[in-house]
């Protein structure tokens, strides 16, 4: 593998508009599961068969809020996970000048906790959350503190995470610009992330630049069109190559 990071430190070296897209592998080095083992433990409490993407779902939010925010509270709330050598490692390329984009799927906010400021978040963030029927914004804490379906002090409505549900579009917004980015990129790194969500993993072929480099665990179906595949953490692969540069 060290071969492989030399090679990728002499493309980050050569490379000055950089753009990452990441998944739920970037954060499971933070102590965050990814979102599909979760299933198992959940429909045993709830004696129902249910895969983790109807649990969060916009018709189970509707139908059954307050199991809703149970599981939501408890499996996709990690109020104590700190930012990985991955998430450091992107921060240090963009304040390096290099990186010029994070594209995310993620939605713990840990880029942004790390350093990075430019960041489009696909999925939204669990830690802006808003009343449905006044509009009014509220932290994570408090939806962590509320008993039950988090409530607007000011009107009553429910407070929703600013998080896009299964069966909600992605904000067209946040989309345009990740793909903006992607296609202006000279590379494009790609990293814990299997590509099989969609739309999101379709935005690779937006791609026109020169290197390829994917860093996933496990083999991707887009293996075959990077010039460089590491199957290795990303917080290791990254921290050691961006260590490199320094």
């Not at 897209?21 to 409490?45: H, M, V, Y």
């Not at 963030?125 to 408090?142: E, H, I, K, Q, W």
């Not at 990740?178 to 299997?194: C, E, K, Q, V």
Request: proline residues 5%; glycine residues 8%.
């Amino acid at each position: 593998m060290e071969e492989q990071i030399e090679k990728l430190t002499e493309i980050l070296r050569a490379s000055h508009k950089m753009v990452f897209f990441g998944g739920a592998g970037i954060s499971t080095e933070s102590g965050i599961p990814d979102f599909r083992s979760f299933n198992g433990l959940w429909n045993e409490k709830l004696q129902l068969q249910l895969r983790p993407e109807q649990l969060v779902s916009h018709t189970y939010f509707l139908r059954y809020p307050e199991a809703f925010f149970a599981f939501y509270r408890e499996k996709l709330i990690y109020p104590a996970a700190k930012p990985n050598a991955a998430h450091f490692a992107l921060a240090q390329l963009e304040q390096m000048g290099k990186l010029q984009a994070v594209i995310t799927q993620n939605i713990d906010g840990l880029h942004q906790a790390a350093g990075s400021k430019n960041v489009y978040e696909l999925h939204g963030s669990v830690l802006r959350n808003y009343c449905m029927d006044c509009g009014a914004f509220y932290p994570v804490d408090f939806v962590l503190a509320a008993a039950g379906i988090p409530r607007c002090p000011q009107c009553g409505g429910i407070v929703k995470p600013d998080v896009v549900l299964y069966e909600e579009p992605l904000d067209s917004e946040v989309i345009t610009d990740a793909m903006d980015a992607i296609r202006t990129a000279d590379t494009l790194l790609i990293g814990g992330t299997s590509l099989v969500v969609y739309p999101a993993a379709g935005l690779i072929d937006y791609f026109q630049g020169k290197h390829l480099v994917l860093i996933n665990k496990s083999i991707t179906g887009a293996d075959y069109r990077a010039e460089l595949v590491i199957h290795a953490p990303a917080g290791e692969v990254l921290g050691k190559a961006a260590a490199a540069l320094s």
